[in-house]
């Protein structure tokens, strides 16, 4: 049959020494040669012993982060009336746990759901580059499947494997597009790979077939994109809580059976697949894990956050914190607006994290410089409604202007931030910072980090129930199966 030898055959025009009869036979690819089939059978071939130490020291570190933000962000409004909704729209079911509320329990995809909504909910989760967030987008997922599994729970190495696909598809993917390098403006990234990266560990978690797995990923492209227009709103975190959502439906519809596009990754002219979401989109094959792939974990560290904000805030507020120091040299010992005459930001053009007044300071060039230029650092507490409406915080605002220099592009990798302060005696401080604490380039100690976790945590669980987690998830490559963990969260 003509189908199963993948031929195709369309008249030609006719030509001399050729009769108009003739026939030109076009040869499909194989569908085992495309880059669709590659990155199913990398899920489903990829075991635990391909993850260096490395790998699995850098993605323990991002499970701890993931969910002490999510602890803290179960805290918050917008996870409040996620789960509010769930609870109330959707038949009760007894299956998988939600952050920071003991005793509470979702179907698992409405828990992978509220969860990311969590991780999210504070712009406190890790991201890297090109830009995403990586990990809230795949951890609520894989932790609401494992609770799903009643016989046998995964073991931590499996777990493990199965969080680090999640990671290394999305960063494959991104890297196949000069577009996403940059600071987005279309499509905020989560909504996209995120979901991609869900679906790839929730297929590897569920042991799929390379075809299954290469079918999950077609199905969660069907699931995905969120526009960034909802960037600094209170829907921004349902991006994350539905790429975790609808990456775990993808994974299980074709467990299930259901096919989609099998070129839904590779270039296919006149018909869009992943390149919808990347204009520059240029795929290539992923290659065997059993021919020496290497994770890209291993290459790139991941950015952690010191405070709850978009990335890019964190350069402004370490450059102000330096003039910060300054002026408390200067005068006697706290910063005041009327020292301050004029303030001058050189940061990248980026329209939806400019904000003069902003309505969402947490992706405010303007209100995290002056936090920081006020108070020496930026933390949890100055985003709190209070905070935000203090006089001296205003007074500072109004005396802001942004200057975007040609060699600061909006890439993460790449940009800078300067606070220029003129005071009113006319003396000019400066500030700048090329790579902040927490940036992969200067990655957080792990004392740093477990200090955060235990703030963030903190806020909801016990002492010991931190501590606990803490050594849980240290030693997750150790155990025979990830009850333990999931009991802590319980």
Request: aromatic share 6%; with cysteine.
């Amino acid at each position: 049959m003509i189908s199963t030898l993948q031929k195709t055959i369309r008249p030609v025009r006719a030509v001399r020494g050729l009769h108009k009869s003739a026939v030109e036979v076009l040869k499909r690819p194989d569908p085992e040669d495309t880059v669709t089939a590659s990155y199913g059978r990398f899920i489903s071939e990829v075991k635990p012993q391909h993850l260096s130490s490395l790998v699995l020291h850098r993605s323990k570190r991002m499970v701890l982060d993931s969910i002490g933000v999510g602890l803290i962000g179960s805290t918050t409004d917008v996870f409040e009336l996620a789960l509010q909704h769930c609870q109330h729209m959707y038949a009760p079911d007894d299956i998988s746990s939600v952050y920071g509320r003991r005793g509470s329990r979702l179907s698992p995809t409405l828990a992978a759901f509220v969860n990311g909504v969590a991780t999210h909910s504070m712009d406190f989760d890790d991201t890297w580059h090109p830009a995403t967030h990586p990990s809230g987008a795949v951890l609520p997922a894989v932790l609401a499947l494992s609770d799903m599994m009643p016989n046998s729970k995964p073991s931590g190495s499996d777990f493990l494997l199965a969080f680090n696909v999640g990671i290394e598809i999305q960063g494959r993917l991104m890297r196949f597009s000069h577009e996403a390098h940059n600071i987005p403006k279309r499509f905020h990234p989560p909504s996209v790979v995120g979901t991609m990266g869900s679906a790839a560990a929730c297929a590897r978690l569920l042991s799929l077939d390379h075809s299954q797995c290469s079918h999950a990923l077609a199905i969660a492209a069907s699931l995905s994109g969120a526009p960034m227009a909802n960037a600094a709103t209170q829907s921004k975190p349902l991006h994350i809580g539905n790429a975790s959502r609808l990456g775990l439906e993808a994974a299980l519809l074709a467990s299930r059976g259901l096919e989609a596009s099998p070129l839904v990754l590779d270039a296919v002219a006149g018909v869009a697949g992943f390149d919808a979401f990347y204009e520059d989109y240029v795929p290539e094959p992923l290659e065997s894990p059993n021919d020496g792939h290497v994770f890209l974990l291993e290459e790139q560290d991941m950015g952690f956050k010191r405070f709850p904000a978009h990335l890019g805030m964190h350069w402004v507020a370490d450059a102000a914190a330096s003039v910060h120091t300054l002026l408390v040299g200067l005068g006697p010992g706290t910063v005041s607006p009327s020292q301050v005459q004029d303030i001058l930001l050189r940061v990248p053009k980026s329209k939806y994290i400019n904000r003069p007044f902003p309505e969402s300071a947490r992706h405010s060039f303007q209100f995290n410089a002056c936090s920081a230029l006020l108070d020496g650092e930026v933390t949890v507490q100055s985003f709190t409604p209070a905070a935000l409406r203090r006089p001296d915080i205003l007074a500072l605002l109004s005396r802001v202007r942004v200057d975007h220099p040609h060699d600061n592009p909006a890439n993460f990798n790449s940009m800078y931030g300067e606070v220029q302060v003129t005071l009113v005696e006319g003396e000019i401080l400066k500030g700048r910072c090329d790579t902040f604490y927490g940036h992969w380039r200067n990655p957080l100690t792990n004392e740093s980090l477990r200090k955060k976790f235990r703030n963030n945590a903190g806020a909801v669980l016990r002492s010991e129930q931190v501590e606990g987690l803490i050594d849980v998830v240290g030693g997750l490559d150790t155990l025979g199966d990830c009850r333990d963990l999931l009991s802590q969260l319980q």
